[in-house]
């Protein structure tokens, strides 16, 4: 059971251009939600956040958007540089009290590639 | 650097021997977790600490896995007699437990350990 899907594997961009990475959830009880970026041979590191009583959460290149409604997040890059490629993770974690509290379920991931 | 700190980074192992890999988290951090990740899916959640107190373990985590914190700083991650499914990226990371908002649930992860099993 999926609970954070990424749809798309792979995403490329022209540097310079805004890339969007896309993430879905179902579970409700999430109410947290997290982008991290990774590069090969190291862990995941943190990027950016939103809690759900926010739609957007902006921090310099940064934007995340949250639609709850949908179940639907999304990462924004403006402008893209070829040093943000990437594979980009998104992650959700629950309320207190809740089964999803305290971890964060994780997204299958998208490769950004920003070419120069 | 106070990141989180895993050792070793890589480590090769033949089928049914046992392997420990120690995390060292951010000073200040209270919480723990461990997370494995396999190639082309995103990390999944293993166990987490609150101190040395084990709150919560996946069903993922079987009978030859266990995870110790002891004092509450550093954890210890042991898999017995690995197999070779067991392969994977193993991931530690910590987090502030004791505020609300943001620290609470922004985990910081280090730099994961390797494991082949052959």
């Known amino acids: 059971d999926q609970q954070v899907k990424q749809n798309s594997p792979s995403l490329s961009v022209q540097e310079g251009r805004i890339s969007i990475l896309n993430c879905d959830y179902t579970n409700s009880m999430f109410d947290y939600f997290l982008w991290y970026k990774k590069y090969p041979a190291e862990g995941p590191t943190f990027l950016i956040s939103i809690s759900s009583i926010k739609d957007k959460n902006e921090d310099g290149r940064f934007t995340v958007f949250l639609n709850k409604s949908a179940k639907h997040l999304s990462l924004h890059i403006v402008p893209s540089q070829p040093g943000d490629s990437a594979v980009y993770f998104c992650a959700a974690s629950g309320s207190a009290g809740g089964t999803s509290y305290g971890k964060l379920t994780f997204g299958q991931g998208t490769i950004l590639t920003v070419h120069p | 650097d106070t990141g989180v700190s895993q050792n070793p980074r890589h480590k090769i192992t033949k089928r049914g021997q046992n392997v420990t890999f120690r995390c060292d988290p951010i000073s200040e951090h209270n919480r723990l977790y461990w997370y494995r990740q396999t190639l082309g899916q995103g990390p999944e959640f293993l166990t987490y600490f609150q101190n040395e107190a084990q709150l919560e373990k996946s069903r993922l985590l079987s009978d030859r896995f266990s995870a110790e914190r002891p004092k509450g700083s550093f954890s210890t991650l042991e898999i017995q007699r690995t197999e070779q499914g067991d392969s994977a990226m193993y991931l530690c990371?910590?987090?502030?437990?004791?505020?609300?908002?943001?620290?609470?649930?922004?985990?910081?992860f280090g730099p994961g350990t390797r494991l082949t099993v052959l």
């Open positions: 990371a910590s987090s502030l437990g004791t505020s609300k908002g943001a620290s609470t649930h922004t985990q910081y």
